[in-house]
């Protein structure tokens, strides 16, 4: 084999520090692309660090909203069943004054009738025994002395309450009655 000449020697020391910078270019830039994919690395570690950690605290206000919600559901139920416990109460009481209300309306259409009746007996009281029938025997006195039916008696027993209005009506109940035609 023969000897390279002088300037193949050189051509191939040139080329071989071309290669050698080249190598070396090539060595920076790789190793700047692995810093740079380490940086990249750890960013993305920490954003799913911070991302798991915002979706834990996220998770923990869910449960504490689920865990809120569903004791405020807890309570509206209970309040819900008292009212309807309330309302039941308050079902059975308007039945039980409706009935009255219809005992106090027949009482009330009744009243007429009874004022009447009244009226008619005090009238029939003030007559007085029939002239000529004689003086009553003790057999046939129904009373043990002062008949109950006496005006007096009516205006001042204690089982009728005339009010103020009652009381002017008899007076007119009177005058009607009295009279006769």
């Known amino acids: ?9 050189r051509e191939a020391n040139a080329h071989l520090v071309a290669v050698h910078r080249r ?8 190793e700047a692309a692995e810093n740079t994919v380490r940086e990249q690395a750890e960013s993305l570690i920490r954003k799913d660090e911070q991302l798991r950690a915002a979706t834990q605290e996220i998770a923990e206000a869910k ?11 807890c309570k509206s139920e209970e309040t819900i069943q008292r009212f309807q416990n309330m ?16 005992l106090l309306d027949n009482i009330c259409k009744s009243r007429p009738l009874l004022d009447s009746m009244l009226s ?3 009238e029939a009281e003030r ?5 000529g029938m004689g003086e009553p025997t003790a057999n046939t006195s129904l009373t043990d002395g002062e008949s109950n039916c006496s005006p007096n008696r009516i205006s001042n027993h204690k089982d009728f309450s005339l009010s103020e209005d009652d009381m002017d009506d008899q007076e007119l109940d009177e005058i009607v009655f009295g009279t006769t035609v």
């Open 1 to 9: 084999m023969s000897s390279p000449s002088p300037v193949q020697i």
């Open 23 to 30: 190598v070396a270019e090539l060595e920076q830039w790789l």
């Open 63 to 73: 449960d504490k909203e689920i865990h809120y919600l569903h004791e405020k559901l």
């Open 87 to 102: 309302v039941k109460e308050k079902d059975a009481v308007i039945g039980q004054l409706q009935h009255r209300c219809q």
């Open 120 to 122: 008619h007996m005090a």
């Open 127 to 131: 007559l007085g025994p029939v002239v």
